[in-house]
């Protein structure tokens, strides 16, 4: 069955203002860079993001955190968007910083209906600020909380129309496993093909996640 075909308008459409959002990419590769740029047109404000990073201020997440509509950000790291540790340093947008790899597992484990994670990254630091510690054996463990959002925007190398997706070399990073994490997802195809283009191996994400696709542009 074909997904809806909508344009990157029609995708900022679906966000509110207050709204959790989570956006593939890493450092602004693999980013749904036509969704974001109708998302920052949208003007929606209050926004938790959820990412690897901000990007950059003119790429990526970052452009959503220039133009003020951020209200809180979850992510790996900051450092190269100078604009997003101003606000931060303002007091205007909340930053929680998370190691990577426990970021990835916290959105991992809600696609998975998973209560979280153990993870002894953070042990004895910061990172363990307000949660709880658990002993398994002789080891001790962070517990750490699923992710969610009410919509992620993602981005494929190629997607067939029934949103079967195929992500190239670094551009998979976190997209396909936050297609999984959030209650509408929408898939920025680079390229997308008919059904029954290639075998099911070709495809990292199978349709099934995916709501609507964007035609994305080709790079």
Do not use: W
Not at 9 to 14: E, G
Not at 152 to 171: E, Q
């Amino acid at each position: 069955m074909s997904k809806p075909l909508i344009t990157a308008a029609d995708a900022a459409a679906l966000v509110e203002d207050g709204m959790t959002v989570m956006i593939g990419g890493f450092m602004a590769v693999g980013t749904p860079e036509a969704i974001v740029d109708a998302l920052v047109a949208s003007g929606r404000r209050d926004l938790t993001i959820i990412a690897n990073d901000t990007g950059f201020v003119d790429r990526g997440v970052g452009k959503l955190v220039a133009n003020r509509q951020v209200r809180k950000v979850i992510a790996s790291h900051i450092g190269t968007n100078p604009e997003t540790g101003r606000q931060m340093s303002d007091g205007v947008l909340e930053v929680e910083l998370v190691p990577q790899g426990t970021l990835i597992e916290r959105i991992r484990a809600h696609g998975a209906g998973l209560g979280g994670v153990l993870t002894p990254t953070g042990l004895g630091t910061v990172v363990e600020t307000g949660k709880a510690r658990v002993r398994v054996g002789e080891r001790d463990f962070l517990v750490e909380t699923p992710l969610r959002a009410d919509i992620a925007f993602i981005r494929s190398s190629r997607s067939d129309a029934a949103g079967n997706s195929a992500f190239f070399k670094t551009t998979k990073n976190f997209n396909p496993t936050m297609a999984t994490a959030a209650d509408i997802v929408v898939c920025e195809a680079q390229e997308i093909v008919e059904i029954g283009y290639g075998c099911g191996d070709d495809f990292q994400l199978p349709g099934i996640f995916v709501d609507h696709l964007v035609q994305g542009e080709r790079r």
